[in-house]
C-alpha cells in the first residue's frame, strides 16, 4: 500500500460498493448496511484488511454493497466459513451476517458452536421473524401468536430468545439494537468489532417495509406488484452484555 494510501482519511464512500442495490424500498436491511460502513469507517478499517461473510437471503447480498473482501456462503454455514477464514489470516477484521431463518435455523447448531469456541469476529444478525426472501415461512424468532401471510394458523409456539442463547453458548459481547437507528447500530457495531476477548453477536430488529409475506401490515395498501406498508418488527429496548470468559458476566 502507497504512503499516500495509508495517510488517507478513511470515510464511509471508502466501503460503498459500485454496484445497483435491489432491495425493497423502505427495507431495514439498508439500515443496516449504512450501519456496518459507519462503524467500518469510524474504526479507520483498510477495506483491503476487512472480509465479510454472508448466508442466504436477502441479507446475503450484503457484501455485493461494501467494498471490501467478500464471501456469500451456504445457508446457515456462514459462521464456520467466517471461523475459517479468521484462523487463516488473523490480520484481516471479519464481520458475518445473515438472517434470523439463517442463523437460528438450518444454522442453530454452528451458532452455539461458535459461541462455544470464541473465535475473535463479529457476528450480525438481521431478525425480522421470517424468511423473508422465499414469501415468509416463520423463522424460529416468530412469536406465539403471530402469522405470516404463508401460515395457516397462528404460531403455536414461543420465539426462541437469541440473548439467551447467545449468553448460554458463550459469547462475550452480546447486543441488541435496531436497525433504523442508524447511528446507534453503527456504535454497537463498533464496539463489537472492538471487543478483542472473542466472539461478538448482534440481533438487529429490522422492519421489512414491502414484504407480502410480513404478519403484521400497517399502512394503506398500495396497488403495485409489491404492496407497501408491512411491518414485521418494533423498536425494542437496546441490549449490551460483555461477559469475561472466566471472571463471569458484567452487564451494562
Known sequence: ?????????????????DLHNDWCPGCGDFGILAAMQMAFAQLAIDPDKLAVFSGIGCSG???????????????????PVATGGRLANTNLTVVA???????????AGYFVNSGRRNVNFTYVVHTNQVYGLTNGQAAPTL??????KSMPEKAIQDGINPIAMAVAAGYTFIARAYALDVKYTASIIARAIQHELSMSAIPLERPMTTSPAAPTRVGPRRSSARPAGSCMTVKTASTIIVRKPIDGTETR
Do not use: C, W
Open 1 to 17: 500500500m502507497s504512503v499516500e494510501a495509508q495517510t488517507k482519511k478513511i470515510t464511509v464512500k471508502d466501503f460503498r460498493a
Open 61 to 79: 447480498k450484503t457484501p455485493h454493497y461494501i467494498n471490501a473482501y467478500g464471501f456469500p456462503t451456504l445457508h446457515g454455514r456462514v459462521l
Open 97 to 107: 451476517l445473515g438472517g434470523d431463518g439463517d442463523g437460528y435455523g438450518i444454522g
Open 143 to 148: 412469536a406465539k401468536g403471530r402469522r405470516t
